[in-house]
């Protein structure tokens, strides 16, 4: 298992998981907070050299964020603040017991008696200051984070009551639910704005938040281990195709697996839109090797309990769709080969190894359904039924190629050179194409 060393390299990953630095992005979640919540200093606090900066009982206010952006403190600022009617685990059982009866898709995955089990249990435990300090954030001034919380650890609990998962398993995977994006309070809010795009260059901003997330927990929380290491690896996956540390099934343990399966479907599930169904199916099939096959099966038996909608993606252009992304693809593997050929040691060599190898997944997932073989392609447009399976899967797979160039990136931009990063940017680039043809 390769768990601990990922854990060695979190706790040093970026700026941001050092928390005696404060943050100007969790600070401002703070501040605005604090424009509707007394928030006070639970003790004085003091910069590294012992300088009183504020004292107990003191309230935080919009005023005082430069003066504390200014200094290293001597003890987290996290730790030292205290918020007046935070949340609690009652709150949040309440929310998403409140939302599994409003809504009939997340009905569908935890509205068994034993799934509400699971998640009323959740009350015993106790939220940590700083925990409450950023979950009250999110649940006031972030409300799609938090209903992504929710909504992930209401689809964790439906998980764990069809696979028969026993305590502590099923408390450790609910808890890391609900937490695993608590890191992104911590990452520049531009960047984690849906409505753009962001290039790999800057992909590495929102790729540190697993990490942060899991410095967070083992700073400011008694939680087991297991919830940090779930949030840690929430974003890898089993074929390496991942992030931040690009682990294989034989490195991550079974919680993070299912964690990550519920993160992908509760995303989903928010977005919504007709198809939803299909939607998810598609998302954890169309790549065998990515999702732990139990909590794929797990997810599908639930998805029996919501009623089939037929997909409005607009069919049109659905050959031209299909040739864009064969040509990508060829392209990419051809850019790929020739690079490999040029050098197959050193950053450049493992890099473009390691990409080739995620291509191979994908190219084998596309030839799976049909869709890669050229003489159908005339048939497609006359079979409707088809052209909306394809208008699901293209997106799926374009969204995989692009995140092997954020991955791609990220590796070489660690650990080569910037002649390095230079050599593998043309390769980059064609995975991170934005054909209009390919949404």
């Given at each position: 298992m390769e768990i601990m060393a990922?854990?060695?390299t979190a706790t040093s990953f970026g700026d941001d998981?050092?928390?005696h630095n404060v943050n100007p992005h969790c600070l401002g979640h703070i501040v605005e907070l604090a424009k509707t919540r007394q928030i006070v200093c639970a003790d004085d606090i003091h910069d590294e050299h012992g300088n009183k900066l504020l004292a107990r009982g003191y309230a935080i206010s919009p005023?005082?964020?430069?003066?504390?952006l200014r200094r290293k403190l001597k003890h987290p600022l996290e730790?030292?603040?205290?918020v007046s009617g935070g949340i609690t685990m009652e709150n949040i059982v309440a929310d998403a017991l409140a939302r599994i009866e409003e809504d009939a898709v997340l009905t569908a995955f935890a509205g068994s008696s034993l799934a509400r089990g699971l998640l009323r249990d959740m009350r015993q435990f106790p939220l940590t200051g700083p925990l409450k300090l950023l979950?009250?954030?999110?649940?006031e001034n972030r409300q799609a984070s938090y209903a992504h919380g929710l909504a992930a650890m209401i689809v964790s609990a439906g998980m764990a009551a069809r696979l028969g998962l026993g305590e502590p398993d099923a408390s450790n995977l609910i808890l890391a639910a609900m937490m695993h994006d608590v890191g992104e309070m911590y990452i520049n809010p531009e960047y984690l704005n849906s409505t753009q795009s962001l290039p790999p260059s800057a992909w590495k901003h929102v790729a540190s938040h697993p990490c942060v997330g899991y410095a967070f927990i083992r700073e400011f929380t008694t939680f087991p281990s297991a919830v940090a290491v779930c949030i840690l690896h929430h974003h890898e996956r089993l074929n390496g195709s991942g992030y931040p540390f690009r682990l294989r099934v034989e490195a991550l343990d079974r919680l993070s697996t299912l964690l990550a399966v519920a993160d992908v479907v509760s995303a989903l599930v928010l977005r919504g839109g007709n198809g939803l169904r299909r939607k998810i199916e598609v998302a954890l099939s169309?790549?065998?090797?990515?999702?732990?096959?139990?909590?794929?099966s797990s997810i599908n038996y639930a998805l029996r309990g919501i009623a089939e909608e037929s997909c409005n993606e607009s069919p049109c252009n659905c050959t031209s769709r299909i040739l864009s992304v064969l040509k990508q693809l060829g392209d990419v593997r051809t850019t790929a080969e020739t690079l490999l050929a040029a050098d197959r040691s050193g950053p450049v060599g493992s890099s473009?190894?390691?990409a080739l190898s995620i291509l191979e997944h994908i190219e084998k997932s596309l030839r799976a359904t049909g869709v890669s073989d050229l003489p159908q392609l005339d048939l497609l447009d006359q079979d409707t039924q088809v052209m909306g399976e394809v208008c699901l899967i293209i997106p799926e797979i374009?969204?995989?190629?692009?995140?092997?160039?954020?991955?791609?990136?990220m590796h070489v931009e660690t650990s080569g050179s910037v002649d390095d990063l230079a050599r593998t940017a043309g390769l980059i680039a064609l995975l991170d194409s934005r054909s209009p043809t390919v949404a």
């Open positions: 990922s854990h060695t998981a050092g928390f005023e005082l964020q430069e003066k504390l730790s030292s603040l205290t979950l009250t954030s999110a649940r169309i790549v065998p090797e990515e999702f732990d096959r139990g909590a794929v473009v190894d390691y374009a969204w995989r190629m692009r995140n092997l160039a954020r991955n791609l990136h």
